[in-house]
């Protein structure tokens, strides 16, 4: 459960938060299994914050400092994280439906078996993720960087991943039936077992 102090210093606002977290760099935020739908969060330093199990539906964190932070289990259908910086970030089975990453960074980032069907992925920096069993179906993730990124048995049904560079990305046993791929940058590309349209064969 989050820890009710932090919660109302967060419900104050941004500017409040980050004057808190910057006094007291040392304490790590509990935001745990918190009730944060439609949260306005833009900016927010929220890095290594826990936020397992938290509603932030349709919550505002473009442009936070998600660096670290943990959101495994979180319900984060329709959000916008537009330019957010989510390194090494956890999102271990995250509700991301729908939710908007355009641009933002998630280096290294493990969303193992999250769920991104329709989301906003384009120009994303995905470098080292690991989208292992995550569902990417009609995902957008044009011109996205997946640089190593691990896509094994990832659902990618028509995604599309025009201008996308999937250089050294393990895309083994992934579903890419329907995905566009024009413009695909799949050099040294691992693709063993995986489901692709006959065209691309």
């Known amino acids: 459960m989050a820890n009710e102090m932090h919660l109302e210093i967060l419900r104050k606002g941004v500017e409040f938060w980050n004057q808190f977290r910057r006094a007291n760099p040392s304490i790590g935020a509990d935001l745990s299994e918190a009730a944060l739908k439609g949260a306005q969060l833009s900016r927010a330093e929220l890095s290594k914050a826990n936020l397992s199990g938290a509603d932030l539906t349709e919550a505002n964190l473009s442009i936070a400092d998600l660096r670290e932070a943990n959101f495994t289990g979180a319900n984060l ?3 916008n994280l537009n330019g ?3 390194f ?3 999102l271990f089975k995250a509700i991301l439906l729908e939710a908007n990453f355009f641009g933002a960074t998630l280096v290294e980032a493990d969303l193992t ?3 991104l069907c329709d989301a906003d992925l384009s120009y994303a920096l995905l470098a080292e993720a690991n989208f292992a069993k995550a569902n990417l179906t009609k995902a957008n993730l044009t011109r996205a960087d997946l640089f190593k990124a691990n896509l094994c048995y990832a659902d990618l ?3 599309n991943l ?3 560079s999937l250089r050294n990305a393990n895309l083994c046993y992934a579903d890419l039936t329907g995905a ?3 413009n695909t940058l799949l050099s040294s590309t691992k693709i063993m077992g995986a489901k ?6």
């Open 162 to 164: 025009t201008g996308a």
């Open 77 to 79: 259908r329709g959000a």
């Open 180 to 182: 566009n791929l024009n």
């Open 157 to 159: 049904r028509y995604a």
């Open 113 to 115: 078996e999250a769920n």
């Open 88 to 90: 090494k970030a956890k």
């Open 84 to 86: 957010a910086n989510l």
């Open 196 to 201: 692709l349209d006959k065209r691309l064969v």
